[in-house]
Protein backbone atom coordinates (compact mmCIF):
# COMPACT_ATOMS: atom_id res chain seq x y z
CA UNK A 1 0.00 0.00 0.00
CA UNK A 2 2.83 2.52 -0.98
CA UNK A 3 1.50 5.81 -1.01
CA UNK A 4 -2.18 4.58 -1.19
CA UNK A 5 -4.15 7.51 -1.56
CA UNK A 6 -7.69 6.64 -0.51
CA UNK A 7 -10.88 9.47 -0.68
CA UNK A 8 -14.46 8.78 1.55
CA UNK A 9 -17.01 11.02 0.47
CA UNK A 10 -20.53 11.96 2.19
CA UNK A 11 -22.45 13.86 4.05
CA UNK A 12 -21.55 12.98 7.67
CA UNK A 13 -24.31 14.62 9.29
CA UNK A 14 -25.76 13.48 12.55
CA UNK A 15 -22.35 11.98 12.76
CA UNK A 16 -22.84 7.81 13.86
CA UNK A 17 -21.72 4.46 13.84
CA UNK A 18 -22.28 3.93 10.72
CA UNK A 19 -20.29 6.53 9.08
CA UNK A 20 -16.98 5.64 11.88
CA UNK A 21 -17.38 1.72 10.30
CA UNK A 22 -16.60 3.22 6.93
CA UNK A 23 -13.81 5.67 7.63
CA UNK A 24 -12.13 2.53 10.01
CA UNK A 25 -12.36 0.41 7.15
CA UNK A 26 -11.01 3.45 5.03
CA UNK A 27 -8.22 3.97 6.80
CA UNK A 28 -6.83 0.43 7.08
CA UNK A 29 -7.23 -0.02 3.19
CA UNK A 30 -5.22 3.12 2.38
CA UNK A 31 -1.88 5.08 3.54
CA UNK A 32 -3.66 8.44 3.65
CA UNK A 33 -7.27 8.80 3.96
CA UNK A 34 -8.70 11.84 2.28
CA UNK A 35 -12.74 12.58 3.28
CA UNK A 36 -15.01 15.00 1.15
CA UNK A 37 -17.61 16.28 2.98
CA UNK A 38 -20.43 17.60 1.37
CA UNK A 39 -21.62 21.42 1.25
CA UNK A 40 -24.49 22.48 2.78
CA UNK A 41 -26.64 23.02 -0.34
CA UNK A 42 -24.98 19.79 -2.32
CA UNK A 43 -26.07 17.54 0.73
CA UNK A 44 -29.41 18.86 0.65
CA UNK A 45 -29.87 18.51 -3.09
CA UNK A 46 -28.67 14.65 -2.84
CA UNK A 47 -30.78 14.12 0.01
CA UNK A 48 -33.83 16.47 0.01
CA UNK A 49 -32.94 17.79 3.43
CA UNK A 50 -30.98 20.52 4.94
CA UNK A 51 -28.08 18.89 7.25
CA UNK A 52 -28.45 19.86 10.97
CA UNK A 53 -25.37 20.23 11.61
CA UNK A 54 -23.73 22.93 9.51
CA UNK A 55 -20.85 22.17 7.14
CA UNK A 56 -17.75 23.41 9.31
CA UNK A 57 -18.87 21.41 12.16
CA UNK A 58 -19.52 17.83 10.18
CA UNK A 59 -15.95 18.99 9.14
CA UNK A 60 -13.94 19.33 12.61
CA UNK A 61 -15.98 16.08 13.81
CA UNK A 62 -14.56 14.21 10.49
CA UNK A 63 -11.04 15.66 11.02
CA UNK A 64 -11.45 14.39 14.88
CA UNK A 65 -11.37 10.70 13.74
CA UNK A 66 -8.04 8.56 14.22
CA UNK A 67 -6.80 7.73 10.44
CA UNK A 68 -8.33 10.93 8.53
CA UNK A 69 -5.06 12.79 7.12
CA UNK A 70 -7.50 15.13 5.42
CA UNK A 71 -10.84 16.70 5.31
CA UNK A 72 -12.10 18.70 1.87
CA UNK A 73 -15.54 20.29 1.97
CA UNK A 74 -16.68 19.47 -2.11
CA UNK A 75 -19.91 21.76 -3.37
CA UNK A 76 -20.96 18.66 -5.51
CA UNK A 77 -20.33 14.83 -5.15
CA UNK A 78 -18.70 14.74 -8.85
CA UNK A 79 -15.82 12.13 -8.11
CA UNK A 80 -14.16 12.48 -11.40
CA UNK A 81 -13.58 16.39 -10.79
CA UNK A 82 -12.54 15.43 -7.09
CA UNK A 83 -9.96 12.78 -8.50
CA UNK A 84 -8.77 15.26 -10.90
CA UNK A 85 -7.93 17.87 -7.65
CA UNK A 86 -6.87 15.32 -5.19
CA UNK A 87 -5.39 12.40 -7.26
CA UNK A 88 -6.40 9.21 -5.08
CA UNK A 89 -6.20 5.70 -6.27
CA UNK A 90 -9.14 4.39 -4.39
CA UNK A 91 -12.34 6.00 -3.41
CA UNK A 92 -14.41 4.30 -0.87
CA UNK A 93 -18.74 3.87 -0.46
CA UNK A 94 -20.92 2.05 2.08
CA UNK A 95 -22.37 5.69 3.99
CA UNK A 96 -25.98 6.04 2.97
CA UNK A 97 -25.15 9.34 2.23
CA UNK A 98 -22.22 8.59 -0.55
CA UNK A 99 -22.37 7.13 -3.65
CA UNK A 100 -22.91 4.07 -4.31
CA UNK A 101 -20.03 1.33 -5.75
CA UNK A 102 -21.90 1.19 -9.42
CA UNK A 103 -22.24 4.50 -9.82
CA UNK A 104 -18.88 5.23 -8.37
CA UNK A 105 -17.49 3.03 -10.74
CA UNK A 106 -19.57 4.71 -13.83
CA UNK A 107 -18.06 7.70 -12.52
CA UNK A 108 -14.51 6.74 -12.48
CA UNK A 109 -14.82 4.64 -15.86
CA UNK A 110 -11.26 4.69 -17.38
CA UNK A 111 -9.35 6.84 -14.49
CA UNK A 112 -7.80 3.78 -12.88
CA UNK A 113 -9.44 4.63 -9.71
CA UNK A 114 -10.32 1.12 -7.72
CA UNK A 115 -13.93 1.20 -6.13
CA UNK A 116 -14.38 -0.63 -2.73
CA UNK A 117 -17.84 -0.52 -1.41
CA UNK A 118 -18.13 -1.78 2.06
CA UNK A 119 -20.90 -3.71 2.95
CA UNK A 120 -22.13 -4.86 6.58
CA UNK A 121 -21.88 -1.10 7.97
CA UNK A 122 -22.39 -0.84 11.58
CA UNK A 123 -26.52 -0.14 12.10
CA UNK A 124 -27.37 3.67 13.01
CA UNK A 125 -30.59 5.06 14.38
CA UNK A 126 -29.82 8.43 12.54
CA UNK A 127 -32.66 7.44 10.29
CA UNK A 128 -34.59 7.95 13.63
CA UNK A 129 -32.82 10.68 15.03
CA UNK A 130 -33.30 12.39 11.63
CA UNK A 131 -37.21 12.06 12.05
CA UNK A 132 -37.39 13.10 15.40
CA UNK A 133 -35.64 15.92 15.15
CA UNK A 134 -37.90 17.08 11.85
CA UNK A 135 -39.57 20.20 12.33
CA UNK A 136 -37.87 21.18 15.76
CA UNK A 137 -36.78 24.51 16.14
CA UNK A 138 -34.17 25.28 18.39
CA UNK A 139 -34.42 27.98 21.07
CA UNK A 140 -32.19 31.10 20.72
CA UNK A 141 -29.02 30.16 22.50
CA UNK A 142 -27.91 33.28 24.66
CA UNK A 143 -24.26 34.02 24.57
Known amino acids: MDGLVGYAPGVFDLFHIGHLDVLDRAEMACDRLVVG ?5 AAERLTGARPIVP ?6 IVAAVRG ?4 VAVEELDLRAAHAELGFSVVFTGCPDAPSGAAAEQALTGTG ?3 VAFTGVAETA ?3 LRAALAGFEPEESVA
Do not use: H
Not at 37 to 41: K, R
Not at 55 to 60: N, S, Y
Not at 68 to 71: D, G, K, L, P, T
Open 113 to 115: VRV
Open 68 to 71: VAEV
Open 126 to 128: GPV
Open 37 to 41: VLGDG
Open 55 to 60: LIERME
